[in-house]
């Protein structure tokens, strides 16, 4: 993945066991374009991806979940699975950007029956003048089959838009979890640090944005916590302008 990029088409499917990672950040210009179905079985699944050209396998995305041809994009992990995703752009366009044409792509984690851990997924996007992360539909969850012993896994979105008129982290997917969903937007322009356009519904849910010249956090859907413990932190929202 030096130069070239990673490109897994829609309809194809990719299943990995234990520790794995597909494409790069060392090259110059590594993209990397799901538009099939990646199954992360057991262990730490991390997709990476850099990107500073408009015409790259079509995406102009450090890594770009994109459904094409009515096949839908999805990155699924079970037996709790950890999923990682980490893309650059150095141009105007997104980090990372988790896009819907015609269906509903999906990023999940499960538990197992035994133990019912669930595995976190961490999503961080980075461009030089363009949205850390972008999600225009894409739902975000992760889930335990036996919720009563497991551990609940977390949602990580951290998402950072360094000039221009961009957001650091613009969401209108759905997002759930019975753990922590933690949102983190940092926009240096105008624009948002973290627009939150779809329901966002955790365990407990801690949404930060902070913006240059614009709103820190703005919220345009329901935003729930769920865990009713003595101990829990219920909603946070933190916003710089």
């Known amino acids: 993945n030096v130069g070239g990029g990673i490109r897994i088409n829609g309809g194809s499917t990719v299943n990995t066991n234990g520790d794995v990672t597909i494409g790069s950040k060392n090259s110059s210009n590594s993209s990397t374009l799901i538009q099939g179905t990646i199954n992360a079985q057991s262990g730490n699944l991390t997709l990476l991806g850099k990107a500073n050209s408009a015409t790259q396998y079509d995406t102009t995305a450090g890594v770009w979940l994109q459904d094409s041809a009515g096949h839908t994009a999805k990155i699924v992990g079970t037996n709790g699975a950890n999923i990682t995703i980490d893309g650059t752009n150095t141009l105007s366009d997104s980090g990372v950007n988790l896009s819907v044409n015609n269906s509903a792509n999906s990023i999940t984690t499960t538990g197992t029956s035994s133990t019912g ?44 838009s360094n000039a221009g008129n961009k957001f650091g982290i613009n969401s209108n997917g759905v997002i759930t979890s019975a753990g922590l969903v933690k949102m983190t937007g940092t926009a240096k322009g105008t624009y948002q640090g973290a627009y939150v ?44 302008g």
Do not use: P, Q
Not at 131 to 157: D, F, M, R
Not at 213 to 236: C, I, Q, R
């Open 117 to 160: 851990a669930v595995g976190n997924i961490s999503i961080t996007g980075t461009s030089a003048s363009g949205h850390g992360i972008s999600n225009a539909a894409t739902t975000i969850s992760n889930t335990s089959t036996n919720s009563s012993t497991g551990a609940n896994g977390n949602i990580t979105l951290t998402g950072t």
């Open 197 to 240: 356009g779809a329901k966002v519904e955790g365990g407990n849910v801690d949404i930060y944005g902070s913006s240059t010249g614009g709103v820190g956090v703005e919220v345009n859907a329901l935003v729930k916590a769920t865990d009713t413990s003595s101990t829990a932190s219920g909603v946070t929202i933190t916003g710089f």
